[in-house]
């Protein structure tokens, strides 16, 4: 019986003399943390780590997002001036026009009834002209009073409103002496191309779709002209000042920028996304640039140098941002930075990093993670 006892506790305490062995060979070594630093011997992460100056700029920029869309002051949108019905359409999508060409022809009882009342207010205007200057001839040789004469010239200036009247209307059609009496032709009212149309034959139309919010028939616009819309936030608002100049950059041409000029800034901020609205314009002569556009946009708002690292190196934990600097010798420190936004791949750095520091822009995560686990 002892004998049995003492082979069970030296199969005992071997087993624990294995154990304590065992957890010394599972601890590694190569590496060690010490608070927020991590240690790295000849451990082969060391060889997965890619580590890159902090570098120093000059000037500091903001960085916005836009949308670009048609430039008003070169843009017309036609609606139709009178109900009707479609019955040709003239143009499309793409096409150039200049200013007074025919877009459409719409088939109209109201133009024809314009018509009637213009022809009519003229030979109203002809007849109480003709009436005015024989009361006149009357009245000169006493053969009529002065008050036949006065009416006269009631009759002729409220003939010659009627006729100015008419005239206004057919005028506001935009329609010349060819069209038939049934249907007028709709013209752009500027020279450029269409980029939008929204009818076809057979259509109705009215005169208050305006009103009504509809879509115009047509668009008409210098494509070589844009705006782009600017979302500004508060903090930013001061920096900013109309006739600066900003640089845009597209996804559709991520390795090119288009210049644009700062031209107007809101005096409201919008309540919902507590930002204002800022209005630039671009030069567009190549046509590549396109309405509806979401582009990044880049205004510089000082001279002064600022610090950038590779946006590779920032890293969020806690709704803070870090990196890991390299302090030589395998010694990485885990350092919190503030930021402010980016600009060609670079984060802004605004606090908590020098310029000539040296961090980690590939691998941050696994340092990290040996942090977190405390070295085991």
């Not at 046509?287 to 920032?314: F, G, W």
């Amino acid at each position: 019986m002892r004998n049995i006892v003492v082979i069970v506790m030296f199969i005992f305490s071997g087993a624990i003399a294995g154990c304590a062995r065992g957890g010394a060979a599972d601890k590694d070594t190569r590496f060690e943390v010490a608070g927020e630093r991590v240690i790295l011997k000849d451990a082969p992460q060391l060889a997965s780590l890619t580590i890159e100056p902090v570098e120093t700029r000059q000037g500091s920029f903001i960085h916005l997002t836009g949308r670009l869309v048609w430039n008003d002051d070169a843009t017309a949108r036609v609606f139709a001036p009178l109900a009707g019905r479609v019955r040709e359409i003239f143009v499309d999508i793409g096409k150039p026009v200049t200013k007074g060409q025919a877009l459409a022809l719409i088939d109209s009882p109201d133009f024809g009834q314009a018509k009637a009342d213009a022809r009519k207010a003229d030979s109203d205007f002809a007849q109480a002209d003709r009436a005015r200057t024989r009361m006149r001839d009357l009245f000169d040789h006493g053969a009529a009073a002065k008050k036949d004469v006065e009416s006269a010239e009631a009759d002729f200036n409220r003939a010659r409103a009627e006729k100015e009247r008419a005239a206004a209307r057919l005028a506001n059609v935009g329609s010349v002496g060819a069209e038939t009496a049934g249907a007028f032709t709709l013209r752009s009212p500027i020279a450029g191309v269409i980029v939008e149309r929204n009818l076809s034959v057979g259509r109705e139309v009215r005169p208050d779709e305006l009103i009504s919010a509809m879509p115009p028939l047509f668009v008409v616009t210098d494509p070589t002209r844009l705006w782009v819309q600017l979302d500004v936030a508060e903090k930013d608002l001061s920096s900013l000042h109309p006739g600066q100049t900003f640089a845009v950059r597209t996804q559709a041409y991520p390795d090119e920028t288009f210049a644009g000029t700062l031209n107007l800034i809101t005096d409201a901020l919008d309540p919902g996304t507590r930002t204002v609205k800022a209005r630039g314009a671009i030069d567009n002569p190549t046509r590549r640039l396109k309405a509806e556009m979401y582009v990044a946009v880049d205004l510089q708002k000082s001279a002064a140098p600022e610090t950038a690292i590779s946006k590779r190196a920032i890293f969020l934990k806690d709704g803070k941002y870090y990196v890991f600097v390299d302090e030589g010798g395998g010694r990485f420190a885990r350092q919190e930075v503030q930021i402010d936004g980016e600009h060609d791949g670079k984060i802004n750095v605004t606090g908590g990093l020098a310029a000539g520091r040296r961090v980690v822009t590939d691998g941050s995560l696994l340092l990290e993670q040996l942090i977190e686990s405390g070295g085991k």
